[in-house]
């Protein structure tokens, strides 16, 4: 069993920046991946992006490459996405999810068996 705790969100001006975090505890597996999804108002849950928990590779939307970069401190357990140039379309309560590195696509939230509680990120213009 693997807890996800996020933090880190808040209102921000269009243009500014917010780091999330995700502290992660319980049993895990070296071949975890590790990701971030979102879910704006009225809209259906999108993949922001994903990083494996031993190396860095990392992979994103479109929407968020070359915003937003995601690293991790395996000596705090916890992964990080800097979110920088917001926009208003960002604005969504924001999920960290894991799971164990498998062929399916690493994009799709229903292949993720562990979910934090989100944490909300509002973007003003």
């Known amino acids: 069993q693997v807890s996800l705790i996020e933090s880190g969100g808040g209102l921000v001006q269009a243009g500014g920046s917010l780091r999330l975090s995700c502290a992660v505890s319980?049993?895990?597996?070296?071949?975890?991946?590790m990701a971030w999804f979102r879910q704006g108002p009225g809209k259906d849950r999108e993949f922001v992006g994903v990083?494996?928990?031993?190396?860095?590779?990392?992979n994103y939307a479109d929407s968020v490459k070359g915003r937003f970069t995601l690293s991790r401190d395996n000596t705090k357990n916890t992964i990080y996405l800097q979110m920088n140039s917001l926009k208003p379309e960002d604005t969504a309560v924001y999920y960290c999810a894991a799971r164990l590195s498998t062929s399916t696509p690493y994009d799709r939230s229903s292949t993720y068996p562990n979910w934090g509680q989100g944490t909300r990120v509002t973007v003003s213009s």
């Open positions: 990083i494996t928990w031993t190396d860095n590779n990392t």
């Open positions: 319980g049993h895990i597996f070296s071949s975890y991946r």
